[in-house]
């Protein structure tokens, strides 16, 4: 009877362990779980986009990536410069004007951030007729070293354009290519483009093109 009663005490002794250690394993986890998730080295956000180009006056939602994060950890915003680009308390940057600005998440409480680089830009899109020229007689007339905006044109660089639908100097992306609107012409109205070549030859052979460009305004 004795050993029996011993015996038995001994299970119960044991399963009260058991219980014990799972109903602690059970309360432990999550501590232990949001507590390196929050704080701990392995912890970080990042932007799923280090930098974005973002056209004046829109908006977009910057996705943030929290790795390992606990759900409800609270991200603070800020920007470099409100003036150019500004950051809701949710992470919803709208571009206000031409210029950069860095947009940097934190996690309240922590040092652990990530920063998004938003270039705010101010460009159009047409589609143009694109003819070529060079510094020749037969197309830009007599005495015409340089182009409108004084420099000297550069082949691969420089377009004529309407300069009341282009401002000079501005940046403009044609078939994945960099060019700057330089030079008008007499007969550059409108959508046309002149595309400016070091030889008479080049820009005879250039010929007629129906193209689409990007212009980038400087503000
Ligand atoms: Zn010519």
């Known amino acids: 009877m004795l050993k029996y009663c011993i015996e038995k005490n001994r299970k119960s002794f044991l399963s009260l362990l058991l219980v014990l250690s799972m109903a602690f394993a059970m309360f432990a986890l999550p501590v232990t779980a949001f507590a390196s998730e929050s704080e701990g080295a392995g912890a970080k956000i990042s932007f799923s986009d280090e930098s974005i180009e973002l ?55 922590t040092d652990i951030k990530a920063t998004c680089k938003v270039k705010v830009v ?62 008008t012409g007499s007969a550059i109205r409108g959508n046309k483009i002149d595309v400016y070549f070091k030889s008479h030859g080049r820009a005879r052979r250039y010929g007629v093109k129906r193209v689409t460009i990007k212009v980038y305004y400087k503000k």
């Not at 007599?142 to 004084?150: D, L, N, V, Y």
Request: aromatic share 4%; proline share 3%; charged share 30%.
């Open 122 to 183: 101010h460009t159009k899109t047409f589609r143009v007729r694109a003819t070529g020229y060079c510094n020749c007689r037969r197309c830009s007339g007599p005495g015409h070293p340089r182009t409108a905006s004084g420099r000297r044109p550069k082949q691969g660089r420089t377009l004529a354009v309407d300069r009341r639908k282009i401002p000079l100097g501005s940046k403009i992306i044609m078939k994945g290519k960099t060019y700057y609107a330089e030079d």
């Open 55 to 109: 056209n004046k006056k829109k908006s977009k939602q910057l996705s943030l990536n929290k790795n390992g994060m606990a759900d409800d950890a609270v991200i603070s915003w800020k920007s470099s410069n409100k003036k150019v680009a500004s950051v809701s308390s949710s992470g919803k940057v709208k571009a206000k004007k031409v210029g950069t600005a860095k947009i940097t998440a934190t996690v309240k409480g």
